[in-house]
Every structure is written in structure tokens, then in C-alpha cells.
């Protein structure tokens, strides 16, 4: 059995972070470097994979997904080469058994994986698998299947969960200038970060019930579920580590939570 490897929650933000070096990025960076073991591959929650069904990727090359529009040519460029892993989304696969686990050729990797796993692994040299959110399920199912797939930690897979606690792009400042962060979106992410330290985990998964402010920092769940991964992941009373936070645009919170 290989030593735990921690359950991650990354806040991905713009995309323009896959080419930017900034105080996320070099997080980023230092956790990849950090990891002990390493890796031997990646289980990727993206909230750019959000679909009526559960999907995992099981092609041997997945292609890199430049699905947004808009930026600029040198970020169409990217190409993230790790190589997919066919074992590894066949285990997920008995591992949320009997649910239905369709086991794709088409999808890929797309930028809520790989703008963070090439500063998390710039040498792209540790295969990832990604995993569909299942946008018919509701949030308590999200979190089981995290459960389902917390004996991935000890077979040495890095659980990445890729979205936004905070992730409201009507009220995004776009383009070049700072804005100050809105009250309700640093308000939110302090509850996020309370109630996970706090061991008051599970009244985050009905995040309806938290208020304005969540409906607001949550106006649609894709960019939210994937934290609900990494904290069905989890072990009970398992530390929690804040590699990053703060407010991007205004509205998108960089918050990302290490569990274990």
C-alpha cells in the first residue's frame, strides 16, 4: 500500500493563468513539487466537464481542450502532452459501481485541468484521467462519489478537483485592470474556508442553504462541485491547508483547500 497522497481543491480562475506567473501560480508550482510520494497519476474533477452522465477519460493520449473564446493566440497554443491512463479510469470505474460509468474516447483534457496541471507538473510526465460531473445529480451524490474514490489516495492517484468556490462572471471585471474584490465573494470564500476548518464540512454541501451570498458566488453549481470531490475524499478530522485564496476580478475566488 502507498502512503497517502492528499485530496486537492484548486481554484483555476481565468484561463490566462496557464501563462501567467503570479502568487497562485508559484502555489501551483510549490504543491507539485512538494507532493511525497509522487504522484503516479492524476484523477482530474474539471468544471468544464459537465454533463448529463458520469464519463471518465480512457484513451492512452488525451488531447489538450481549448474550450473557451476569446483570448489571446499564444494561450490556443498550449499543448499539455501527459498520457492518459486506461487501468486507472477502469478502477474508477469499479469504484463507483453499479452506477454507470461511460468510459470516453472523445473528451480529453480540457483547461480547468490542464491551466493548472502544467504548473502543478510542468513536465506534463504524470498521466491524468479526467472525470464528467454529473450535471443531473445533486450535490450530496457529488460528494459520495468523492467518498467512492477516497481508497484512490492510498494507490498513489492525486485527486484534483478544478473550479471556483466563488465563480460569478456576469459581475467578472475583464481585461487588463484590477478590481476590487465584491463584499459577498470575500464573504463567501471566509465561509468556505471556516466551516472546512472548523469541521462543519457537510453544511457546505447544500450550499443553497448558506444565504445571499452564496446564490450569489454560485449562481450556476459547476464551478462548486469539484470541491465537493475533494471533501468526499477526505478522511474524518484529516488536516485542512489553504495553498492559495484571494479574489480574481472581483468575483472569482482562487481559494484551493489541501485535505491531508
Known amino acids: 500500500m502507498s502512503a497517502r497522497l492528499p485530496a486537492l481543491f484548486l481554484g483555476h480562475g481565468n484561463p490566462m493563468n496557464a501563462l501567467r506567473e503570479n502568487a497562485w501560480t508559484r502555489a501551483w508550482a ?3 513539487a512538494s507532493l511525497e510520494p509522487r504522484p503516479r ?7 468544464h466537464w459537465y454533463i448529463p452522465g458520469i464519463a471518465v477519460t480512457a484513451m492512452s493520449a488525451p488531447r489538450t481542450i481549448h474550450d473557451f473564446g476569446g483570448f489571446p493566440r499564444e494561450l490556443f497554443a498550449v499543448h499539455y502532452p501527459a498520457r492518459g491512463d486506461p487501468a486507472l479510469a477502469a478502477r474508477v470505474g469499479q469504484l463507483l459501481g453499479p452506477l454507470p460509468v461511460a468510459a470516453d474516447t472523445s473528451w480529453g483534457l480540457d483547461h480547468g485541468s490542464w491551466s493548472v496541471l502544467r504548473h502543478v507538473f510542468p513536465q506534463a510526465d504524470v498521466p ?9 445529480r445533486p450535490p450530496a451524490v457529488h460528494r459520495e462519489l468523492g467518498t467512492l474514490l477516497r481508497p484512490l489516495r492510498e494507490e498513489g492517484v492525486l485527486l484534483v478537483g478544478s ?3 466563488v465563480h460569478n462572471l456576469e459581475a467578472y471585471a475583464w481585461g487588463a485592470h484590477s478590481a476590487e474584490p465584491y463584499a459577498w465573494a470575500l464573504r463567501f470564500e471566509s465561509t468556505v474556508r471556516e466551516r ?3 469541521g462543519d464540512p457537510l453544511s457546505l454541501v447544500d450550499y443553497t442553504r448558506l444565504g445571499k451570498d452564496a446564490l450569489l458566488s454560485v449562481p450556476t453549481p459547476e464551478h462548486y462541485l469539484p470541491l465537493l470531490y475533494a471533501l468526499g475524499a477526505s478522511h474524518p478530522g484529516e488536516p485542512v491547508t489553504f495553498p492559495t485564496d484571494g479574489i480574481e476580478g472581483g468575483s472569482v475566488s482562487m481559494l484551493a483547500a489541501r485535505f491531508g
Do not use: E, H, M, R
Open 30 to 32: 510549490a504543491l507539485g
Open 196 to 198: 472546512l476548518l472548523t
Open 128 to 136: 491524468v484521467v479526467q472525470l464528467s460531473i454529473d450535471a443531473t
Open 41 to 47: 497519476a492524476v484523477l482530474a474533477i474539471s468544471a
Open 163 to 165: 473550479g471556483n468556490v
